[in-house]
């Protein structure tokens, strides 16, 4: 059973890509209907793929690069392009490429390492499991209806899912083998990793831990039918795979957010930020434990997203938390992380809201579980902005 792709190979890594095929079946509980395509390449070719791939992917760059300048989750002058680039082009060893069918893996001579046989593994797994439940083309409709914070839950499962089976693979080697795969991560170059901002860190991180965290909760509660059950789940939140007690239970709740005209800037973005997108703006000001009790307790929101079409941006978020206490707690840490973030003074109270202006303009206004974020890099589009949403 010698995958499309791998006749040409030396004898030893075929063998090893049957072996590998064999155990990720046997790890995952699932048998492939037809083998995937698998596609070996020079670190350097890889590397060139993976940022021509996610280049692709960045067709509104130029408005979250001035977004992340509004909220100060960038350094000044960062090229977030480059820094996205560079970022994935050093980190990814591999990849899947649903719509061909195909695996993507960089390997580096004749034979295969401990940590590519690894990745292999992870690869094959997600080939494997969108054999079965269909995951590329559900999780496109969603990043194409730009419901992001239903696919970050989703890429969530789907990186967990393989992460698990990858590490069942690597705990079952013999110690010669696992020292040679731990003495390779050790000896991997952070390169771009060290550089890149925190915030780029973080979001591409989260779905590889958090989800190996909720796959095994999944595992420990029915095994690989509630691991499959979970690909077919709908109404789909961050907040489900961050507490996985809340999976199919706590619903994110509909919040409707009206748009408003801002003469010169055009509406890039309509979609939901999440208890994931608080966690990680607040993370990057916040001490961990603060930023996480004012995340929890979302209830769903709605945020629209404009930009000018250089280097300025409007955000406008509506956020419903699950109790009034969670309003509170939200409103509160948003005013911390005012001081802390961006070049502007503590917000003072204008009627029934916080205000901060400076490079950049903040408006704050809590109703109970309800909170209202506008900023706005230009004070006169910031008034105006507001002068709309408080009609």
């Known amino acids: 059973r010698v995958p499309p792709g791998a006749e040409g190979l030396p004898e030893g890594m075929k063998n090893d890509l049957v072996e590998l095929i064999s155990e990720t079946e046997e790890i995952r509980e ?87 046989k690894a990745t292999l593994v992870h690869e094959l797994t997600h080939a494997l499991t969108d054999q079965h439940l269909g995951f590329d083309d559900r999780y496109q409709e969603m990043i194409d209806a730009e419901e992001y914070d239903a696919a970050s839950s989703y890429i969530t499962l789907i990186e967990g899912d393989a992460v698990s089976v990858e590490y069942d693979y690597v705990a079952s080697l013999p110690e010669n083998r696992l020292n040679l795969y731990y003495d390779e991560i050790m000896g ?83 979609s939901t930020w999440g208890e994931l997108g608080f966690r990680l703006l607040l993370g990057q000001f916040l001490e961990e434990e603060v930023s996480a009790r004012a995340a929890e307790g979302w209830g769903g929101d709605s945020y629209r997203q404009y930009h000018d079409g250089s280097g300025e941006a409007v955000l406008v978020l509506e956020y419903r938390g699950d109790t009034p206490a969670d309003g509170s707690e939200l409103a509160d840490a948003l005013a911390a992380y005012i001081p802390a973030a961006l070049d502007t003074g503590e917000p003072t109270e204008e009627g029934n809201a916080l205000v901060a202006r400076g490079e950049d303009n903040i408006w704050i206004r809590r109703e109970g579980p309800n909170v209202t974020l506008v900023m706005a890099s230009l004070t006169s589009v910031f008034d105006e902005v507001l002068a709309t949403v408080n009609r």
């Open 30 to 116: 699932l048998r492939f209907e037809r083998l995937p395509t698998v596609e070996l390449l020079g670190p350097q070719r890889l590397r060139q793929r993976v940022r021509n791939l996610v280049d692709e992917e960045l067709e509104d760059v130029v408005a979250d690069n001035a977004l992340y300048d509004l909220l100060g989750l960038i350094p000044p002058d960062t090229d977030l392009r480059e820094a996205i680039l560079e970022l994935y082009g050093d980190q990814v060893t591999g990849f899947y490429d649903g719509e061909a069918a195909t695996l993507v893996v960089g390997t580096g001579g004749d034979e295969f390492t401990e940590l590519e």
């Open 188 to 270: 991997v170059d952070p390169g771009a990793w060290n550089t890149a901002p925190g915030y780029l860190r973080d979001s591409l991180a989260f779905p590889y831990i958090q989800g190996e965290v909720f796959v095994t909760d999944l595992l420990d509660s029915g095994g690989y039918q509630a691991v499959n059950e979970a690909y077919r789940a709908v109404n789909l939140s961050t907040e489900q795979v961050i507490r996985t007690r809340d999976f199919g239970r706590d619903l994110p709740l509909d919040v409707e957010l009206r748009g408003v005209t801002v003469p010169g800037y055009t509406e890039t973005v309509h």
